[in-house]
């Protein structure tokens, strides 16, 4: 659940912990557990293999690719179909580390070996991506190796699907790149603050003398969430009082600080972002289960 690694079995304390609840409870090395929870996927790796077999529909597909912190690239590979009593499902068939570059050779290679491995190559209806060049060059690929055996309805002129949601994000930042500069001094407010631990907590107090609730906190804008920037700028509302509270303190703390006529504007663009917020709740499934619900 937390993803501990099988090495915390042999930790002293935790050792401690389990024997203070039950000293007759058996605890067996991390290649033990290793092997047991390895059993537990292989046996619903096969009834999930079963499943597909038995199926008589076709299967649309969705992959995300992103970068950890440590600098890792990672593929997560997704099917959606309707069984047999008309619901919607969804599976998850491969959630791995992509080594190499990410060219539309190497991710088309890394897709087909998973619908290979599964069984289901022949069964193919979509493959959703989002508008990245490397992924045009993946689905011309797929198709190609796809159509040899003829597995593709119309010959795969329905097989790639654009994601909406990485549409609607590129038109979102197409627009405020345009009007960037209103919200610029907002941002820069914001950044300020959350870097340094003794602004946060001055801001804190702020607030608290504007009789607002400090907890709910500011947020940064992230490029690939069309959202941020909005939730960004209701935060910043939310909170203007206390902000501008502490820019009459100190003035020369902010350089810039927002006027009275950039609050103006920004707050109009924010009534503007609020019209693609609707799509919150799906964006937080997402970056959990990345493009699932994005057909």
Known sequence: ????????????????????????????????????????????????????????????????????????????????FIDDNWTVQKRILRFMCLEGRHTGLNLSEA????????????????LTLDNDSANGSCVTEMIRRLNEN???C??????????????????????ITEIKNIIDGIRRVIIKIKNSPLLEQ???????????????????????????????LKDAFYFQSALKRMHFVDPTRFVKFPTDKHWEQANILCKCLRIFTPSLNCYQVHRILPQTYFL
């Open 1 to 80: 659940m937390h993803e501990y690694p099988f090495l915390m079995m042999k930790h002293e304390f935790f050792v401690d912990f389990i024997k203070s609840l039950r000293p007759s409870f058996p605890i067996n090395s991390r290649i033990t557990y290793r092997s047991e929870i390895l059993e537990i996927f292989k046996e619903k790796k096969d009834e999930l293999y079963c499943l597909f077999r038995s199926l008589s529909c076709r299967l649309s597909a969705t992959m995300d690719l992103w970068t950890s912190r440590q600098n890792k690239s990672y593929m997560c590979i997704t099917v959606h």
């Open 154 to 175: 119309c010959g795969g002129k329905f097989f790639h699907v654009r994601c909406a949601a990485h549409i609607i994000n590129l038109v979102v930042q197409a627009g």
């Open 111 to 126: 897709v087909l070996k998973n619908l290979f491995d599964w069984n289901i190559d022949g069964k193919m209806f979509s």
């Open 202 to 232: 001055e801001f804190r107090k702020r607030a608290m003398e504007c009789e607002l609730d400090p907890s709910k906190g500011l947020s940064f804008d992230v490029i690939t969430r069309w959202n941020s920037t909005y939730l960004m």
């Open 150 to 152: 003829k597995a593709l």
